[in-house]
């Protein structure tokens, strides 16, 4: 079995993907650290956003709350 260079393209590709899906689902966290939130609505955001982050309702929820002043 040889791996040919359009098999390299592809496990790049997949793993940039990934790699952009998971940044997505922690930027709510990254923002709550930015804007000083206390750390236990850190730890709320951050929960949430793992939990309810694969909903489009669930991520938008826990990206406002990390917003929020």
């Not at 236990?40 to 939990?51: E, F, H, N, T």
């Amino acid at each position: 079995m040889m791996i040919t260079a359009s098999d390299v393209l592809l496990i790049i590709k997949y793993v940039l993907a990934a790699l952009i899906v998971i940044g997505v689902i922690l930027a709510p966290a990254w923002l709550a650290r930015q804007t000083g939130k206390s750390k236990q609505d850190m730890i709320l955001v951050r929960l949430a956003s793992w939990i309810f982050g694969w909903t489009g309702i669930g991520w938008l929820w826990s990206l406002f709350w990390s917003s929020k002043k």
